[in-house]
Structures are given as structure tokens and as C-alpha cells.
């Protein structure tokens, strides 16, 4: 039994570092896959065979591709992921608005449809509705039949719970407690992921290689909110629930300012636009943020005049480095990270927020724990979290699906579309 059991683990691993050589670097020979995935000539050869014949693989003559002396020859068979092997939908929840993405299995969307709707507003039970029912939708619209679409997978702004499958607590709701996972398990009978925003875009710029995630690198997202991405040894964490690395809702001042969540103190109260623009303008702490992001104009504006040498315009920057570095401060002292990457929107104030940045982590961590950290910025596009939410869906199916034999995992429930 034991050598059973041994074998089928050694077989799923090739198989799915065959695929993800595949996803990461493309269309490949038999003897270059060999090579990138050190695996010997006769085990390509039975692997590749078997995600052919399971439809996840399949064979392109590319001659274009080969040297002039080459294509003389016999031409070189390269395989590539089958694209029509399952597809993928991913949703963003965000404040007004619902965003879908189709995905092919070689991860390229084929469509993709944005849905604005006041969900602040919204009870947890209508919103759920509602959710099923634009996904239905779009899913008619793409004229993919529902038993191809293998996962829907779920990012969202807030706290969302991986494991209970809702949005416990998120600045898209006034309500908490939004049920995601359930509603539309039962309605399409295809698997359902949940998962917070910030972690979706760390999984995307590990699956893209944006950067070098081999140790600890803690990626931050500067602007309406303020969120992180933690990727501990090449892996993103997410926690017990999903709610791991909620870096805008630890507490920077006891009591303090109000944040969105409903605490006083967050780190968010102070980095976030929403909190810069109460204090550049001088409001009490306790004024509540307002329920929508702020304007990018606005906040362009802000910058603009502390450029210029407003003084409350500057302090606010300068309040929201502090913030954030006392923060990063924390949390070098707590993980020891390699690296700290800043992101978002609000890395276009990195100017006016640096200096109070950095002075807030060498006040608050000793030389020797911070002396070999690098801080580095990355501009993130919009796209990241449908991209990154699409790329975490990829890496599922990928080790849980096809690494261990064909096939979508459920009959989906056909007559929605009847
Ligand atoms: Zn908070």
C-alpha cells in the first residue's frame, strides 16, 4: 500500500511541475521541459502523454518557431496547455461595483464584463442574490458551457473569510457578514474560493514573477484602503480565516481616529486617502470616512499643494509615513522580511510619505534587524486583483485538479441555462 501511495504522490508532483513550466515560460519541447523541470526523458515522455490524453495538454507544430536548418528537418512538436480544457470565472466585490473575468485554461481572459451596483446599501441576503444572478448572466453571455467552467473564484475588498466562504466585515458594505461562497455553490454546483483582495494581487505578482517572492516579502497597498500581501517563503499567507496580513487594521494610536471598520486607531485612519484628507483638512478624528473612495483628483490636488509648501497639506503626508512606518516597524520586528514592496495609488505620493516613512522605522526597530532590508516600490495596475485572482485559480488547478487525472471535478448544474 505504501509504495501505492508513494507513486501516485511522485506522479501528481510531475505532472504538476510539468503544467506549471507550461503556465510560466510557455510552449515547450519535450527535451526542453525535460530540462526546465529536471525530470528524465521517459518520465516526459509518460507525463506529457497522460495530461494529453486528459486534455490539459496539447501538441502544436510550431514552425515558426524553429532556425532555418531546423525546419528542413522534422518539425519539433511543442506543447502548450490546452486552453479549451476548463475555464475559469473571477469576480472582484468591490464598493459599487461587480467585476467578472472568463478565463481559458492557458489563464488568457476571453471576456470580461463590469457591473456597477450600490452594494453599500445592500442586505447580505439581496446582495447574495444578486451575485448569483449577474455570474449567471455573465456566464450566459459567454456561450461557455457551464460543465467547462471548472472554479469561480471570489477576491474582495475587507475581511473576507476563506473558510466560512463570507465577507465578515468590508468598506463595500454597511452590513457584515455577506454570504459569497454558499449562494453560488448551490446555484451553479461548480467550486467557489473566496478570498481578500491584497492576496490576490501577491498571488498574481508571484505567478507572473513581478518580483523575486523567494523569502519573506511584504507587499503594501497604499490608497483608499490601505492593505498587505504577505508572502512568507514563496507562499501568500492568508491566516486561519483568510484575514492574515490585515496590515490597515492593526492599531497605530489607541483610541484614535476613526477608521471604516468601526475601531478607532487603525493605521488605516491615518494612511489611507481618506485619512490624509481628514487631517490635511483639519476635521476631528472621530469624523466618519465617507462610505465611497475618494476622487483621484482630489487626492492629486492634495499632493499637488503640499508640493507647494501647504503646511497642512505636508503634515498629513507626513502623518501618514509615520503611520505606515510604525507599522512596517512592527511587523519587521515580528517576521524578519527580506524585503518590503510599495504598491497602490498611493505610491504617487511616495515623495511627501517616504521620509516620515523611513524615519518611523529606524525610530521603532533596531539597526540590526532592519540593516539588510530593501524597500522598493511597484506600480500596480488595476487589473492586478482580477489578474491575480485569476493566476491563484490557475495554481489551483493546476495541483488540485489536473495533477491528480482528467477532468472537471463536478457535473455543474446544467439547467441553470436551460
Ligand atoms: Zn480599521
Known amino acids: 500500500m505504501r509504495g501505492k501511495a508513494d507513486s501516485d504522490l511522485v506522479r501528481r508532483q510531475n505532472r504538476r511541475v510539468v503544467l506549471e513550466a507550461l503556465r510560466f515560460d510557455g510552449p515547450a519541447p519535450r527535451v526542453e521541459l525535460g530540462r526546465k523541470t529536471g525530470l528524465s526523458p521517459a518520465t516526459i515522455t509518460s507525463i506529457t502523454m497522460q495530461l494529453i490524453q486528459d486534455g490539459a495538454v496539447i501538441e502544436l507544430d510550431d514552425i515558426a518557431s524553429l532556425s532555418d536548418g531546423a525546419k528542413r528537418g522534422r518539425p519539433t512538436v511543442l506543447l502548450g496547455l490546452n486552453p479549451d480544457a476548463a475555464f475559469t470565472v473571477a469576480v472582484k466585490i468591490s464598493i459599487g461595483m461587480l467585476e467578472f473575468a472568463l478565463a481559458d485554461f492557458a489563464g488568457i481572459i476571453r471576456e470580461r464584463v463590469e457591473v456597477p451596483i450600490a452594494t453599500y446599501e445592500m442586505l447580505p441576503e439581496i446582495f447574495s442574490r444578486r451575485l448569483v444572478s449577474e455570474t449567471q448572466r455573465f456566464i450566459v453571455s459567454t456561450r461557455v458551457d457551464l460543465n467547462q467552467i471548472a472554479q469561480i473564484n471570489v477576491a474582495a475588498q475587507g475581511v473576507a473569510d476563506t473558510r466560512s466562504g463570507l465577507i465578515a466585515w468590508s468598506p463595500a458594505f454597511k452590513e457584515r457578514g455577506v454570504p459569497v461562497v454558499g449562494p453560488l455553490e448551490e446555484a451553479f454546483n461548480i467550486p467557489c474560493t473566496l478570498a481578500n483582495d491584497a492576496n490576490m494581487i501577491a498571488e498574481g505578482l508571484i505567478a507572473r514573477r513581478k518580483l523575486d517572492f523567494s523569502g519573506t516579502t511584504a507587499a503594501v497597498f497604499l490608497g483608499y484602503g490601505i492593505g498587505m500581501g504577505l508572502v512568507i517563503d514563496g507562499a501568500v499567507y ?181
Do not use: W
Open 238 to 418: 492568508h491566516g486561519a480565516t483568510g484575514a492574515g496580513a490585515e496590515f490597515g487594521h492593526m492599531n497605530h494610536v489607541p483610541s484614535g481616529a476613526l477608521c471604516r471598520c468601526g475601531r478607532a486607531g487603525c493605521l488605516e485612519a491615518y494612511a489611507s486617502d481618506y485619512g490624509i484628507l481628514r487631517s490635511a483638512k483639519n476635521l476631528p478624528d472621530n469624523t466618519p470616512p465617507p462610505p465611497h473612495a475618494v476622487d483621484s483628483q482630489v487626492m492629486a490636488e492634495l499632493e499637488a499643494a503640499a508640493r507647494g509648501g501647504d503646511k497642512d497639506a505636508i503634515a498629513a503626508f507626513q502623518k501618514a509615513g509615520r503611520a505606515i512606518g510604525f507599522g512596517l516597524a512592527r511587523m519587521i520586528a515580528l517576521l524578519n522580511p527580506d524585503r518590503i514592496v510599495l504598491a497602490g495609488a498611493g505610491t504617487r505620493a511616495l515623495d511627501l510619505i517616504e521620509p516620515s516613512l523611513r524615519a518611523a522605522i529606524d525610530e521603532g526597530v533596531v539597526a540590526e534587524l532592519r540593516n539588510n532590508l530593501k524597500i522598493e516600490t511597484l506600480p500596480v495596475g488595476k487589473d492586478m486583483i482580477i489578474g491575480g485572482t485569476i493566476d491563484a485559480g490557475m495554481r489551483r488547478l493546476d495541483s488540485e485538479v489536473y495533477a491528480i487525472g482528467p477532468a472537471l471535478p463536478v457535473e455543474a448544474k446544467k439547467e441553470l441555462l436551460a
